[in-house]
């Protein structure tokens, strides 16, 4: 695993604990030695996170009063909640986004809120960077235009938030991860249209996708928490194009060159499908400037075949 930037020991909070960031994210905060506070939906996940040294707790964090007093001696809010659609089909229906939107819209304001009354000094708020307006071959940072697309616009309601408790006195951080990957579902799906002979991904093979690999993510989150306020990029050093990524994924499964995915699936994805046929060439400099934070897997060419070897295919 990758070690991220050690910080002096800190009282910290953390939502999306069991989640593909938080899950990582966790282990690394508790052997740096901070004290971690985390909420579990469930007996199963508190039990989980209690395993790994955190101290589990159950809580509405919408319920601004109840999580004001939760967070009482707490430095760092890490907000990683979300509610994303379990397969790449079901994010392609609009409908199956509207608990992540909750989240990201009243979720992630009630928690800022409830910092704001207990005194938390810092705020780091998880979002999505491939809302970018398309780019090309130009490199992307923080200031690039962003484009949401319908499904997706909560992730500026959840800036917002973060916005908002820098504008009240606060640190807040966004942390705009590129696409996550690890030897997961969505790792399976990808795999299974390759070896049909297709990319992935939608678009022109030469437009760019950035990515991130979900360990990468997590230390690139540790390494935030001595942050000063601001947006910053959380993606690999080399951005690949979509023809490049497709290639890799068949290079490690032994598969034959892919071909681009063919046009009427695409415009039948209307403007959800849109957003992801984007060039994006995210820049990761201003993270890795302030932070000294740096990627295990620098490209999606060594990361995804490292991935799939944990797959077993």
Not at 64 to 72: G, P
Not at 225 to 250: C, H, K, M, Q
Not at 293 to 306: D, F, L, T, V
Request: proline share 6%; aromatic share 8%.
């Amino acid at each position: 695993m990758t070690v991220a930037p050690k910080t002096a020991p800190q009282r910290i909070f953390v939502t999306g604990a069991t989640g593909v960031v938080g899950a990582h994210a966790l282990p690394i905060l508790i052997s740096q030695g901070h004290d971690v506070t985390a909420v579990g939906r469930s007996p199963e996940k508190r039990a989980r996170l209690q395993a790994i040294g955190a101290r589990a707790i159950e809580l509405d964090t919408f319920d601004v009063a109840a999580t004001s007093r939760a967070l009482e001696g707490i430095t760092t809010v890490i907000n990683l909640a979300t509610h994303m659609p379990s397969s790449s089909f079901q994010m392609m229906l609009p409908w199956k986004w509207r608990e992540n939107d909750l989240v990201r819209r009243e979720g992630s304001a009630a928690l800022v809120q409830a910092a704001l009354a207990a005194g938390v000094q810092r705020f780091i708020q998880e979002s999505f960077a491939p809302v970018y307006e398309d780019g090309g071959d130009k490199w992307i940072a923080e200031g690039w235009p962003l484009r949401p697309a319908p499904y997706n616009r909560s992730v500026l309601d959840a800036e917002r938030s973060a916005a908002h408790f820098t504008e009240k006195g606060g640190i807040g951080i966004v942390a705009r991860f590129a696409g996550f990957y690890g030897p997961d579902a969505m790792l399976r799906e990808m795999v299974d249209v390759v070896k049909k002979g297709y990319c992935p991904l939608p678009g022109k093979l030469t437009a760019y996708w950035s990515s991130i690999a979900q360990e990468d993510a997590a230390t690139a989150v540790v390494s935030l928490i001595s942050a000063p306020a601001g947006v910053y990029n959380v993606s690999d050093d080399t951005p690949v194009t979509r023809g490049e990524l497709a290639g890799a994924v068949a290079k490690a499964i032994g598969a034959k060159t892919p071909r681009a995915m063919p046009g009427i699936l695409v415009a039948l994805g209307g403007k959800s499908m849109e957003l992801l046929t984007r060039s994006q060439r995210m820049s990761n400099a201003k993270l890795k400037a302030i932070s000294g934070w740096s990627p295990k897997w620098a490209s999606a060419r060594e990361g995804y075949a490292a991935a799939i070897a944990q797959l077993g295919k």
